[in-house]
């Protein structure tokens, strides 16, 4: 097999792990799951509001669920791992089910993209996107798209830190999709500059004195009355000698 249809054959049984787990762990608040390779086996990390369901009773449903992914998609050695959703609102697959749910109760669907957004919005979100496609007024299917904040849509915090979800729903004239993205507010970008402060030159002279200060042994003090001293000896000898001459 070569590497193209390698990463498109992963690629797929990812998506189709994903919509498993999406069915299989609807009311336990499902928000993605993590799939990484290790010289063990495979670690699977699940994000759900409530862990417990996922775990289920002396971790039944957890065993369950990976005999379910070895057997059916093949998942060698399993070790699945659950994790809590701090920040629900950050989190795009469960603000898509919460769209969702909302369509099949009947909410508008202008009604529920805008209350979606500013939930997301004060969660701290740098921007949100939401769109919802399908029979939304007449019998042909549109789209209507919600934005807030900065949102961009290109480059390397686009690809890196954007948080995406899609989610479906079937209600009486048909198919709705919700697609959502959010861009977390720890996402770095290359324009936002930091500006380090570096000390002014005065504390830098300061700091150089003081790591190399200069010792009273290296400079001799000459106590007071030695110069005094030295120069009647000089003139004692300067007498003695001319005496020797005469």
Known sequence: MSIVKRFISESIKRTEIDEFLQ?????????GVDISKTPLGTHVVIYAMRPGLVIGRGGETIKELATTLEQNFKISNPQISVSEIEVP????????SRI???LERGVHFRRAGFWAINQVMAAGALGVEIVISGKLR???????KFRAGYFPRCGDPA?????????????????????VKIMPPDAKFPDKI???????????????????PTTTSDVTETPPGSAERQVEATSNKADGSKEEKE
């Open 159 to 179: 690809l890196k830190y954007m948080r995406k979800a899609e989610f479906h729903v079937q209600l009486k004239p048909g198919i709705f999709g919700v697609k």
């Open 100 to 102: 969702a749910s909302a």
């Open 89 to 96: 609102e950050l989190n795009a697959f469960v603000v898509a």
């Open 138 to 144: 007449t019998e042909r299917a549109h789209f209507e």
């Open 194 to 212: 930091e500006i380090v402060e570096t000390p002014p030159p005065e504390d830098e002279g300061k700091a150089k004195i003081e790591e190399n």
């Open 23 to 31: 069915k299989k762990l609807e009311r336990a608040g499902y928000g």
